[in-house]
């Protein structure tokens, strides 16, 4: 059985161990000590990593009432080792877990939803929950788990006895038999939980929810804390303090800027859509009563070349072959109204290097050719 020290004492970030036992497993080496305050990864909560005097601890696990290192280097079995916890790793840890805690006890208390999924990834924390949130539910629950930070309610973590277990109340998905460890924020929540928590609310900095969506019965929350949830607002003012400048608004002001350009570009590109539309119209006009129509045209978007080879081909009694793009890669549409398209597409995407298709009065796709090698299958 390795003593666990990190429940002993979570704050304890280096501490000295005799080598019990020392595997080779493929690549690593696992690696069993008579203490540790390495936390094994467990209940949604990453493993701890640091090092084992000069060795790298690069994951930890709980095997039966053991916890195993797994190290780049092997240790003499018997040996007293120093052990260093990476402390800014596992505090990141810590807040996140402290913070999960203090939301999921706010809308259990409030909605007596269910924590069914929780995860800290390597940016952002994903917390399920088993029923629905609106927009003003998540808005109120951030503000009432911030609160709790700001009161700096120390964090109480014990086994109760077989005796006091009965009278204690606390979250959990199923029964679950003792021992049971508590992780209570008196006034907040009470959870069976095997993780590692700050001492405080206070040291859990300030939480941030990033997104809900829908996900099975429920919602999934993105969410980050402490460390993690200053980055990205730091983040975010940086990113809102260039468009403040880039529009000329006050930093509070950057959204009513965005809509009042967005609306002058949507209507720029209305009014652009229409002279297109116009142009193209012009040049369909002037291949009117025309046999057959190869057309090349500059810059073309997808749909304004399907939409002037669709014109010219009713003005047209042939087939309009429109192209755009330069040499060596030109998109096309072919387009009839009176033709079956399917042959000449096959003939002409073998002759030219291309791939296309679709149906017998229209056909599109791209070539790998010079304008003047179109030019020639087609004055065939």
Excluded at 221 to 233: D, H, K, P, S
Excluded at 291 to 307: C, K, P, Q
Aim: proline share 3%; net charge negative.
């Amino acid at each position: 059985m390795t003593r666990k020290l990190f429940y002993e004492d979570p704050n304890l970030a280096e501490f000295s161990a005799k080598v019990v036992s020392c595997e080779k497993e493929n690549d690593r080496w696992a690696i069993v000590l008579g203490a540790t305050a390495f936390y094994p990864e467990g209940g949604g909560q990453a493993a701890d990593v640091g090092t084992l005097g000069v060795i790298k601890v690069l994951d930890t696990r709980e095997r039966g009432e053991e916890v195993v290192h797994f190290c780049d280097a092997p240790l003499d079995v018997g040996t007293e080792v120093c052990g260093r916890i990476d402390w800014a790793h596992r505090f990141d840890l810590m807040q996140q877990h402290t913070g999960e805690h203090i939301l999921s006890g706010i809308l259990h208390a409030r909605f007596g939803y269910q924590n069914v999924g929780f995860h800290v990834g390597a940016d952002v924390m994903e917390v399920d929950f088993d029923g629905p949130l609106t927009p003003e539910d998540i808005a109120w629950a951030e503000l009432e788990a911030n609160k709790a930070i700001w009161e700096d309610i120390p964090v109480k973590c014990w086994f109760p006895t077989q005796e006091e277990l009965p009278n204690v109340t606390y979250r959990s998905k199923r029964a679950l038999p003792w021992p049971v460890r508590i992780v209570q924020v008196p006034g907040f929540d009470s959870c069976a939980c095997c993780g590692i928590h700050v001492k405080t609310t206070g040291q859990v900095g300030l939480i941030k929810i990033l997104s809900c969506v829908k996900f099975h019965q429920g919602v999934r929350l993105e969410m980050v804390c402490g460390q993690r949830a200053y980055r990205y607002i730091s983040g975010v003012f940086d990113q809102n303090k260039q468009i403040s400048q880039m529009f000329s608004a006050k930093i509070l002001e950057t959204a009513a800027a965005a809509r009042k350009v967005s609306d002058a570009l949507a209507a720029e590109k209305m009014r652009s859509a229409t002279l297109e539309k116009q142009v193209l119209s012009q040049i369909a006009e002037s291949y009117a009563n025309c046999d057959n129509v190869l057309h090349f045209e500059n810059d073309l978007s997808g749909a304004a070349l399907r939409e002037l080879a669709e014109q010219i081909s009713h003005r047209c009694s042939g087939v309009a072959a429109v192209f755009t793009g330069e040499d060596g890669r030109y998109s096309y549409c072919l387009a009839s109204k009176n033709q079956d398209l399917r042959i000449l597409g096959k003939e002409m995407t073998a002759a030219l290097n291309g791939r296309g298709g679709g149906k017998a009065e229209f056909q599109q796709g791209t070539v790998a050719a010079m304008r003047g090698q179109i030019e020639e299958f087609f004055d065939k």
